[in-house]
């Protein structure tokens, strides 16, 4: 029995289909990405899961559950971070700790919160706002923040695609740390073949939409740890880097149908800078070739 | 050198051009078209004993100036609390509730612009079982209605754009009602319930004039209208520019309140 399962969900927004016909089967402790070009739809996806979006049709199942609405059961981690501006680091992981077990005490709730920042290095900046902090260290907030509610599946909405390649590679590698760690469930949204590659177990591109549905999935096999530099030279990453990067291609290229459309030209004339300004009124305003009705022409 | 000199000292020396501007233009009028106006140096001169001894109390209408802006500023912090009390709730169902703006708001675009002289007749007739409270309460009614739109507006509109990220954390976490509105909603509009706080102020010090005129009670405003009836036309001036410095202040005072909460 799979953990997560979508069956033919679609989900379209006032009649413009959005995600068609996605069928998905995720086990326990897997790391799944789905790669898609931007404007596809992965937003929406993520939404569906997390139970922000009800889809169209189709259902959607959590551990043999229907998932209805939001719930703290599947912590999200959002691509704009989504950290409340006038919390503290501190204060805004407490809040979700404070929101999944109520019944602890503030001594309890103050030594997880902490656990969860010492996670991901953010242990000085405990005291600070979000907007003291670069869009990294936000990320790592909001990474904290869903683990810290314990969720049986963490979904990561494009979580680095906002962040500087840099700061992206040491965050990816913190991902994949923390996930070796105690290995949750893992959706990950992205836009970056080789973010999903070098992170998951299987692979899903999502083809371009409107429409989008899910392509055929490639299985990882690459042995963990995968280090970054290593992995570029395996023959293993690039096969299955070209596979995927070829499936998405096409998939957009079949997209290419034409529609005609009427050709509009700028109705502006040309300014004359030779005629000298006119006092108070300046430069006479450029004319439009519309209005243009008559012309002087040397017989 | 000299340059800058000149532009550290600048913010005060401009201004006083243009008090030095008006004064003129205030003499030349005096001397001109406007008998009846008092010179800027009569009305120093008039005005002396209610500014030199601000806490005067000589008779019920004849008290240092300060001692009649106290009194006002009393009534307008009495009136104005109550425009927050009423103005903040409801500006919060505004924003929230679609089936609430569509009732009211229509009402409330209505009774907005009515003019508080409008206003503290009714005011008067509601309380007139009051007896000797009636003029107060009255007062305070006024100034209530007219002060609290801006809250009213502000907060609406700031509760109405509360990005929805914010409610998706909300929703996610499963926060309980309490929960989201003190940590979620009330945070995030802050900023836009103070603009409004801040402009319903101005209101608040703007209708307490009108409303003493019209109760005759204590204050600047009631101070204005006697001596104007006294024919002492220089304690207009100074009532006029006392009603304007502090009106100022005032509104200095709360844009630093406005910045303290600038959360996001």
């Known amino acids: ?299 | 050198m000299k340059e800058n000199v000149f532009k550290k000292i600048d913010w005060l020396v401009l201004p006083l051009i243009g008090v030095a501007a008006v004064l003129i233009l205030w003499q030349i009028s005096c001397a001109t078209w406007a008998k009846d106006l008092p010179t800027p140096h009569k009305t120093w001169e008039t005005s002396k004993p209610y500014i030199v001894e601000p806490f005067a109390k000589r008779g019920e209408m004849d008290q240092g100036i300060l001692r009649f802006t106290w009194y006002s500023l009393i009534l307008v912090a009495k009136g104005y609390a109550l425009a927050l009390i009423i103005g903040t709730p409801v500006g919060f169902f505004l924003g929230l509730s679609k089936t609430f703006t569509k009732i009211f708001d229509p009402l409330i675009q209505v009774l907005r612009p009515v003019s508080p002289l409008a206003w503290l007749p009714l005011g008067l007739v509601l309380f007139m079982g009051a007896g000797k409270n009636a003029s107060e309460l009255g007062a305070l009614f006024t100034i209530a209605v007219c002060s609290m739109w801006p809250t009213v507006l502000n907060t609406a509109v700031g509760v109405r754009a509360i990005p929805q990220d914010y409610l998706n954390v909300a929703k996610v976490l499963k926060l309980s009602r309490t929960k989201t509105l003190f940590k979620v909603l009330i945070p995030a509009s802050l900023p836009y319930m103070f603009t409004g706080f801040r402009l319903s102020l101005g209101i608040a010090w703007l209708v307490i004039v009108a409303a003493e005129m019209l109760t005759g009670r204590p204050g600047v405003g009631g101070f204005l209208w006697q001596e104007y009836n006294s024919l002492i036309y220089e304690h207009i001036i100074l009532c006029i520019v006392t009603i304007g410095v502090v009106g100022f202040i005032l509104d200095r005072l709360m844009s630093v309140v406005e910045r303290r909460f600038k959360t996001i």
């Open chain 1, 1 to 299: 029995m799979p953990f997560l399962e979508l069956k033919n969900v679609s989900k379209s927004f006032g009649g413009n289909p959005v995600l068609k016909d996605i069928s998905l089967n995720i086990e326990k402790g897997e790391f799944v990405a789905i790669v898609g070009f931007s404007g596809t739809g992965k937003t929406t996806l993520i939404s569906l899961i997390a139970g922000l979006l009800k889809p169209s049709h189709g259902s959607l199942m959590l551990n043999d559950l229907e998932i209805t609405g939001p719930g703290p059961d599947r912590g999200i981690v959002f691509q704009n971070y989504s950290l409340l501006p006038w919390l503290t680091v501190f204060e805004n992981i407490l809040l979700a700790v404070e929101a999944v077990n109520p019944n602890w005490t503030p001594d309890k709730r103050k030594e997880h919160v902490e656990k969860y920042i010492a996670m991901v290095n953010l242990t000085p900046a405990r005291n600070k706002l979000p907007s003291e902090l670069s869009g990294g260290m936000r990320q790592r907030v909001s990474v904290a923040r869903a683990l810290a509610m314990d969720p049986q599946i963490l979904l990561l909405d494009e979580p680095l695609s906002a962040l500087d390649a840099l700061t992206r590679a040491t965050l990816q590698d913190e991902i994949s740390r923390i996930w070796s760690q105690d290995r949750k469930t893992v959706v990950m949204i992205t836009n970056d073949p080789d973010e999903g590659i070098l992170l998951a177990d299987r692979i899903i591109p999502l083809t371009a939409g409107p429409g989008a549905t899910l392509g055929p999935e490639i299985t990882i096999d690459l042995p963990r740890p995968r280090d970054r530099k290593e992995i570029n030279h395996s023959a293993r990453f690039k096969e299955i880097r070209r596979e995927l990067i070829t499936f998405m291609l096409n998939s957009k290229s079949e997209r290419h149908t034409s529609i005609t459309k009427k050709l509009i030209l700028p109705d502006i004339e040309p300014e004359d800078l030779d005629r000298p300004p006119r006092f108070f009124t300046g430069r006479a305003r450029p004319k439009r070739a519309s209005e243009i009705k008559e012309e002087t022409v040397e017989a």
